[in-house]
Each structure stands twice: as C-alpha cells, then as structure tokens.
C-alpha cells in the first residue's frame, strides 16, 4: 500500500487528530523512530528535554527517520513554539554531531483536556499513520533527562525486537513508596513479572503493540487518568516481548503525580479496573519470573532526606477513625479491626506489618471489584491506609543500607505473592 | 288499616329486595375484582420482589443509606418494602375500582383523586430514593476529601453536606405530594438559612487559621515547597 493511501485509509479512523496536524504527518511520511512528547505548560523544562531528545537521535539513530510528535494539552507558556521552533542545528554545535536527515518536529493540541490518555492516542495514532519501528514516549518534566535515554528505550524495539521497554531509575531509598509498596510487588504477583516501574514516564514501544492498544476497546470511557499504566498492562496481557532499560536518576523534581490520591487515581484505579477484565489472565499465574534488562534493574540513593512521619501516622490515625463507615464497607471485620488497634498505637510502638497490607489491599481490590462503593472513593480511601504503611516502611529502612532496603522490598513481593490464593478467596467469595 | 301496614310492609320489603337484588352483582363485582386484584397484585409483588433482588437493590440501598433508616424504624429490607408498597397501591387501586362500581356517590370522586395521586406518589418516591443516594454519594466524597486534606472535622463537614442534601430531599418530595407546601418551604429556608449562617459564622471564627492556610497553600507560590516534607509516591 502506497504511503498516500495508507494515510487516506487511516484519515477515517483517525478522525480526533485535526486537519492540520494530518497534513504535517502526510509531509512527514514515514518514519523509523518516533519520539512522543505529552506536554502541558511545561516551558521551564521542556528546552533540556528536546535538547536531549535531538542529541540521542543524532548519536544513536543518524541515518534513521526520525520524528518527534508534541502532543500538548492547551499550555499558555508557550510550551509547543519551544519545540518546534528548535531546529536540529542548535544540537549540532554543542555535539559534534552531524545530521543525515532532516528531524521533524510537530506539534498538535489534543480535544480532551489535559489528560495523559489524550496525549498517548495522539502519539499512538501518530505511529500508526507514519509507520514507525519504533516509539518512544518521553517525559516533559524531568529535567535530568540524558541523550542516552534515547538509545537505551528505541535500541531495544528497533534493533533487537523487543515489544516494550520499562525504565529503572536510580532513586532514593524513601522515593517513590508506592511503587516499592504497592505496584511493584502487587503486579509482580498477579502477572508474574518483575517489572520495576510499572508506571512509566518514559518507555519504549513496538508499533505493533501501539496498534493494538490504539485499536482496542474503550478510549471514550477513560478520561485519560492511569493510560499510561493501562498501556504497560495491556502489553503484559498480550504476551509482548518486555525488557527494561536503566536510564539513570529520578528526577526529583517530577511530580505529575505527586499528590497522594492523583497518584493512587492514576495508578491503583486503573491497576484495580484491568484485574476484572484480566482475571482469566492473572488467576492462573503462580510465582513471577525476572525480565531481560539493559544495565541495573534498580539503583538507590541513601542520603538523608527529612520526612515527617509523625505527621503522616497521624494521617493515617485520623483515617481509620473517621472512615470507619467507608471501611466496614470495604474491609473485612478482621482487617478492620487490625487497624483500628494500630491506629490506637504511639509512634514508637507503631508498625503496620506486610501480611496485613497485603490483606488490606487485596481487600480494596476485592471491593473495586465488587462496586460496594463508588469506584473513586475506594481509591481515595486508600490513602490514609497508605500513609500508614509508608510510615513502617520508612522506620524499618531507617538506617538500612542499599542492599538491606531490597531485601525487604523482596520479602513485601514475598508477601504478595504468598497470599494471592488470599485475594482470589476474596474475589470470589465477596458478596 | 291493617291492610294498609301489610301493603306498605310489603311494597318496603319488595323495595329492599329490588335494590338488593340491585347491587348484589355489583357487590359481587366488587368482590371478584378485589380477590382477582389481590392475585394480581401478590404476583407483582413476587415479580418485583424477584426483580429487586436480582439487580441487588438491598445493596443499593445499604449505599445510599436508606437501609440504616429502615432498621433504625424496624422495617424489613428496602427490596421488602418496596415491594409490599407495589402490592398495596395495586391491590388498594383494585378495591377502589370494585367500589366504585358499587356507584356510591362521593366515593367515585374520592377514588379518580386516588389514581390522580398515584403518579405523584411514584415521582415522590423516586425523589427520596435517588435524593438518598446522592446524600450519601456527596457526604461521602466530602469526607474523603476531608480526611485526605487532613481537616480535623471531616466528619461534621460529611454529616453538614448529607443534612443539607436530605433536608432539600424532604422539602421537595413533600412539595410533590402536595403535603404543607408552604410549611415546608418555609421550614427549608429558615433551615438552610441557618444552617449556612451558622457554617459562616463558625468557618469565619473557628477556621480562621485554616482558610488562612488553605489560601496560603493555594495561592501563595513556594510555600508547599517550603512545607514539602512528603515524599512522590511515584
């Protein structure tokens, strides 16, 4: 089929994407790597980001087309002109670099607001149309972003045939709690992969697996919270080729989703949603098995940070007591009841164990499942149990050194894995 | 003398006897309809019964608080008295069908008001069910919202926003019954009215500092950063 009228053939389907940006796609053609950029009001970091982006293309994919689509969601900082107005030639001189062809960039404003599903359709669709080999979806945010990042998310697709790229990160110790105490260990445990982040700013995908995300069912239902992590689970369920790349450190800057209940809507709803379309999927796995990853599969910072954990046992106290009418709903009278005696607890006695997280999350998830309450307000209600267990994490990794901090994350996966016939008890039996 | 007694006697009796044998298949008509009406009204009282279970409707009901009501009255579940409800109205309207077959004058009017009412009493019904659920939706998110911003009174924010909720509830569904109209609209303002001054008032002096905070925390630029001792949890 002729570029032209695989184009004409897509302009149907593809009816959310506007006039204008079809038309730089058409003049674009196709391509080989293609960088997707979500952006919104993001001027302050998005200059590094490109500089990188552009860098890594001319370092590790010289002769390739390649082209970076700016899927933005309304920014008034002028984000979008930052991107295109940036010529391949400003990389040049600073890298030594030399441009076999031409890197397009584009820009284009997404209909649905300013979620992150919006901005992975445009980007998804964008592949599709150019025929790319290889995606790569980059974050606007980080401002540690490194040329090599580039290399160690697309390589994998583009050379070596890999479906997915998760990236590992090096991190505090402390960074990142809910992915250690939750994500982490729980898709391990109902998946059956060691997949470190599961919730990925940036990765790498096949066009193959952005077809068939593109493709599915259900774009107008979700308003764009927890895409990201859909994506990475529709992948697993598809039997795709997954491996991880270090890239290096977290920004700590970051914080898309750094509020509490943002992040649990946008991770634990969507993880919650799939395990009722996946159950057939899930309920068969035992155990887990590691994945093939470029360089380290985690590295972490041990420099002390300042947390007020008194603060958030407080939070998680006040919780339980004031939402005892959600939990009765929500939590069986044992776990319930658990909780309630460590929320009564002091600080120095205070210790929310795994057994009991594990329990209680398994609860939540029967419950989301069973719809006793509002989907969303068993997500919020999630949070001051959350706090709880950071406080416990972050007292028994206190003074625990790189090595030591894994191990308990390895023994909470443990857990997880340990008390999955507990979860499908409660997914079956909850009335 | 005597003859005329027998005759009146007689003429009175055959009178009685022509009437009775007047609205005896009217009475019978009245008391077929009620049986066939009661058959008919337990058959729908089955199927509705059968229906509300299987849509889980006792759940339902648990969520928007109206199965706390109930026990608290020491009524059966929601699904149970709603479905007695159903038999009642549909066994009541085929009793007042008998009876107006009956031709009483008076009681046909009564009963036209009776089926007049019924829509109204449906609409009424379906205002309290649907206001209960969204009483119980909105305090709920409040509460969650409140504890996850880490306010000292979630709970009375909770309860505030479901009083309100179930108040307009009330005085709506008696305006559709038609039931002291003017009372209750009287009674909801003068309820809401204080309710909202008593909230300003104690907000403007007891949540000084809060409000104080809130707008600090909201408007003011670096001072979460200043105060930033949580973690990403991503």
Request: aromatic share 10%; proline share 3%; glycine share 8%.
């Amino acid at each position: 089929m002729s570029r032209a009228s695989h184009a004409e053939l897509k302009l149907e389907d593809e009816t959310f994407l506007t006039d204008d940006f079809l038309r730089q796609l058409i003049n674009v053609g196709e391509v080989d790597i293609l960088v997707g950029l979500p952006t919104h009001n993001n001027a302050k970091t998005v200059g590094s980001v490109v500089d990188a982006i552009r860098i890594g293309i001319l370092r590790s994919f010289p002769r390739e087309r390649a082209v970076i689509i700016n899927a933005d969601g309304g920014s008034r900082d002028g984000t979008p002109g930052l991107i295109t107005g940036m010529s391949i030639y400003d990389a040049r001189p600073a890298s030594n670099l030399h441009a076999l062809r031409t890197l397009h960039s584009i820009s284009t404003t997404y209909s649905n607001g300013t979620s992150g599903g919006g901005a992975l359709r445009t980007i998804l669709a964008a592949a599709e149309l150019l025929r790319a080999k290889a995606c790569i979806v980059m974050s606007p945010e980080s401002a540690k972003t490194q040329p090599e990042w580039i290399s160690n998310l697309a390589a994998p697709i583009y050379r070596e045939g890999f479906d997915l790229v998760a990236p590992t990160y090096r991190r505090h110790k402390f960074d990142g709690l809910l992915m250690t105490n939750l994500l982490y260990p729980m898709i391990r445990a109902l998946y059956g992969l060691r997949l470190r982040e599961p919730y990925m700013p940036e990765f790498g995908f096949s066009s193959r697996i952005g077809s068939q995300f593109l493709g599915g069912n259900g774009w107008s239902d979700r308003n764009g919270t927890g895409t990201e992590l859909r994506f990475t689970l529709a992948a697993i369920k598809g039997g795709s080729r997954i491996c991880q790349a270090f890239l290096g450190e977290k920004d700590h800057t970051e914080r898309r989703a750094a509020d509490l209940v943002p992040a649990l809507r946008q991770t634990v709803g969507p993880l919650f949603s799939a395990m009722e379309a996946d159950f057939p999927v899930w309920s068969t796995v035992t155990g887990s098995n590691s994945i093939p990853t470029i360089g380290s599969d985690h590295e972490l910072m041990l420099d002390p940070i300042r947390v007020n954990r008194k603060r958030l046992r407080e939070m998680f106290a006040t919780g339980v007591a004031e939402l005892e009418s959600v939990f009765h709903l929500i939590l069986s009278s044992s776990t319930l009841a658990e909780l309630q005696r460590l929320a009564r607890l002091d600080d120095e006695a205070f210790h929310y164990p795994a057994e009991l997280w594990v329990k209680t999350i398994y609860e939540f998830a029967a419950a989301y499942q069973k719809s006793v309450i509002n989907r969303d307000h068993i997500v919020q209600a999630l949070a001051p149990l959350f706090r709880g267990r950071a406080v416990t994490f972050l007292i028994e990794n206190r003074s625990a050194s790189a090595s030591e901090v894994e191990v308990n994350i390895e023994a909470l996966c443990v857990e997880f894995e340990r008390l999955k016939p507990y979860l499908m008890q409660m997914w079956k039996s909850r009335e | 003398m005597r003859e005329m007694i027998v005759s009146e006697l007689s003429q009175a009796l055959h009178e009685l006897a022509r009437g009775f044998a007047h609205y005896l298949p009217r009475l019978i008509v009245m008391l077929i309809l009620a049986f066939v009406g009661w058959l008919i009204a337990y058959a729908v009282k089955v199927v509705v019964r059968s229906i509300l279970r299987l849509i889980k409707f006792d759940k339902f009901s648990e969520n928007t608080g109206a199965s706390q009501l109930l026990s608290k009255a020491a009524l059966p579940t929601a699904a149970e008295v709603l479905s007695r409800f159903v038999f009642w109205v549909t066994w009541l309207g085929f009793i007042l069908l008998g009876v107006s077959v009956l031709g009483i004058l008076g009681l046909q009017e009564q009963v036209g008001r009776f089926f007049i009412f019924l829509p109204r009493l449906f609409v009424a019904m379906f205002i309290l069910f649907f206001g209960l659920l969204a009483a119980s939706f909105f305090s709920r998110a409040a509460l969650l919202a409140a504890v996850n911003a880490n306010m000292r009174s979630a709970r009375i924010v909770s309860m505030a926003v479901r009083t309100v909720i179930v108040v307009f509830v009330f005085s709506v569904v008696f305006e559709e019954l038609g039931i002291a109209e003017q009372t209750m609209l009287v009674a909801f303002g003068i309820a809401f009215g204080a309710l909202m001054l008593g909230l300003a008032i104690a907000f403007g002096i007891g949540g000084r500092n809060l409000a104080q905070r809130f707008l600090e925390e909201r408007f003011v630029r670096g001072r979460k950063e200043e105060n930033e001792d949580e973690l990403s949890p991503l």
